[in-house]
Nanobody, 124 residues
Framework: VQLQASGGGLVQAGGSLRLSCAAS????????MGWFRQAPGKEREFVAG????????RHADSVKDRFFISRDDNKRTVYLQMNSLKPEDTARYYC??????????????????WGQGTLVTVSS
């Protein structure tokens, strides 16, 4: 399984970006895809995740009502629409895949595959 993330860039505070993560290889029919982020000097944290089979999603409190995760099953692609961006959203964003597909976990250790990350920089 390979994950290819894209869509990062430089944006002013209050702006929007959409990240994409395309999965390839043998993902199976039920899996969970998530987004995590890591800011300089901080630990990686959960941002959002979505269950491919049920469509159930969850978002971290820090991004709720600003970020929205969605999926396109035909393309095996997950999107993260980021609105009302703040300087504290600056981080490298990683997509990840959990093959078990049991539930949308916030735990990094539940995700077996990771993309290379895409950098999001929000200027004030």
């Amino acid at each position: 399984v390979q994950l290819q993330a894209s869509g990062g860039g430089l944006v002013q505070a209050g702006g929007s970006l959409r990240l994409s993560c395309a999965a390839s290889g043998r993902t199976g029919s039920s899996y969970v895809m998530g987004w995590f982020r890591q800011a300089p000097g901080k630990e990686r944290e959960f941002v959002a995740g979505i269950d491919k089979r049920s469509g159930n999603s969850r978002h971290a409190d820090s991004v709720k009502d600003r970020f929205f995760i969605s999926r396109d099953d035909n393309k095996r692609t997950v999107y993260l629409q980021m609105n009302s961006l703040k300087p504290e959203d600056t981080a490298r964003y990683y997509c990840a895949l959990d093959m078990s597909g049991r539930y949308v976990s916030r735990g990094q250790s539940d995700y077996e595959y990771w993309g290379q990350g895409t950098l999001v920089t929000v200027s004030s």
